[in-house]
């Protein structure tokens, strides 16, 4: 459901002299790499809204953001931002920070990008929690398996694919030095929705144990047994297992559901099972928590579909109003009908929105942060759908479609559809 193809990066950096020399990063990891053996040496990072470093931040598309780091000890820092599809970019170091570059000073508060400095840092989509790793180490490190900094180019390009590459290369760039040599700190900001706050575990994570000596073994002290009481045996308890992806009340499973599950990233979009498959009109649904970058989420298909799909975020809420609105919420609202595809992300288009799309049996529903949520349908939905629909010039609605002198009008970022003497006729701008 979301591709690597169809997303941007949540950090892209702007140069303020050659906006051209700046570089997209392709890698799309999950995992961040900790050091258990928890040194002297330690780091702190933090975005500019959220200057205690709590993940709490909100930052819209397109806004600026800055990042600060502190270490106690003299260290070399390197910053990573990971968006909320698992798209990274490295941009500390760069070759525009001056002779300083990545080194920082105990105790020092450092700022990238700092004042004056020839760049800036934006804040892209997709909308989620995107996050900040950084690393510090007292040795400048090799990162050459990791990032290229070709000619002139100011920015790294990445050039491993792959969380588990990504762990591998990380773990094996301090491999080689001293537990205490090393540490990392993570730091979470929400884009276009507040910041949910620094978790305590996200994903998987690729764990680096410092070899160690093993504690000499010594025999442990033999004291006598008190007579004890006979011990009461506790009444057996049942455990409770969780729900699983398509299971019904009867624990047997509904295979649509749990297909499209696997379909679209399962546990990675979707979250876990918060309900079993229950009725839902004249068909069936299961909710899910949903990931935090994705919102709730539900998986749904009609009575005799043998192909189910899913729906969350934005396009889910406007749904689920639309069918309370219609029919206090006990069935699709019939101006859409059941989910015929699963939701797509919209790249930027020519206005620089970005959104997704949801499509119904009998209808759709465009989201962008930008403008909101609304729903198209009929004969006007195929006139938008056939000009390029949110890729044309008329880009996304602004508004649902609505009844303008006896038919069908909508009206989008870019112009507006109106019908007139039996005919769609469309306007520019």
């Not at 525009?96 to 004056?116: H, I, K, L």
């Not at 559901?257 to 498959?277: H, K, N």
């Not at 919209?346 to 942060?369: C, K, V």
């Amino acid at each position: 459901m979301f591709t690597k193809k169809a997303v941007l990066l949540a950090l892209t950096a702007a140069l303020l002299a050659s906006p051209a020399l700046a570089s997209g990063a392709t890698l799309s990891p999950q995992s961040i790499i900790v050091n258990p053996a928890q040194p002297a040496l330690d780091v702190r990072v933090w975005v500019n809204k959220d200057p205690q470093g709590q993940g709490v931040a909100n930052y819209r598309i397109g806004e600026q953001i800055r990042v600060g780091v502190q270490v106690t000890q003299d260290a070399y820092v390197y910053l990573f931002d990971v968006n909320s599809v698992g798209e990274i970019s490295l941009f500390v170091p760069n070759g525009y920070d001056g002779t300083q570059g990545n080194f920082v000073r105990a105790g020092q508060r450092m700022v990238f990008p700092g004042s004056g400095a020839q760049y800036t840092l934006t804040v892209g989509g997709p909308r989620g929690q995107d996050r900040v790793l950084a690393l510090a180490s007292r040795v400048p490190l090799d990162l050459s398996d990791i990032a290229d900094f070709a000619g002139s180019q100011g920015f790294a390009a990445v050039t491993v694919q792959g969380e588990a590459k990504l762990g591998e290369v990380l773990s094996g760039a301090v491999s080689n030095l001293d537990a205490q040599d090393w540490v990392t700190a993570v730091t979470w900001y929400g884009v276009g929705l507040r910041g949910q706050g620094n978790p305590q575990a996200t994903g998987p994570i690729v764990v680096i144990v410092p070899p160690a000596q093993p504690a000499p073994v010594q025999p442990a002290p033999v004291q006598p047994l008190p007579v004890q009481p006979a011990p009461v045996s506790p009444a057996p308890v049942t455990p409770v297992a969780a729900i699983q992806p398509g299971e019904r009340p009867d624990h047997s499973f509904d295979s649509s559901i749990r297909e499209a599950f696997d379909r679209t990233t399962g546990a990675q979009a979707l979250g876990s099972a918060e309900t079993y498959v229950t009725r839902w009109g004249t068909g069936v649904w299961q909710k899910f928590t949903g990931a935090a970058a994705y919102g709730k989420a539900v998986i749904l298909h009609a009575d005799g579909s043998n192909r189910a799909f899913a729906v969350h975020g934005r396009i889910l809420e406007r749904y689920l109003a639309l069918s309370q609105a219609e029919n206090g919420g006990t069935k699709p609202p019939t101006r859409l009908g059941w989910a015929a595809g699963d939701e797509k992300i919209i790249p930027r288009n020519l206005y620089g929105t970005t959104g997704l799309y949801g499509f119904f049996q009998t209808g759709a529903l465009y989201s962008s942060e930008k403008y909101g949520t609304y729903w198209l349908v009929g004969d006007l939905l195929k006139k938008y759908q056939g000009l390029g629909g949110s890729g044309s010039f008329l880009g996304f609605p602004t508004r649902d479609q609505f009844l303008m002198n006896g038919g069908w009008a909508g009206d989008f970022e870019g112009g507006s559809i109106r019908y007139q003497n039996g005919v769609y006729k469309i306007y520019r701008k």
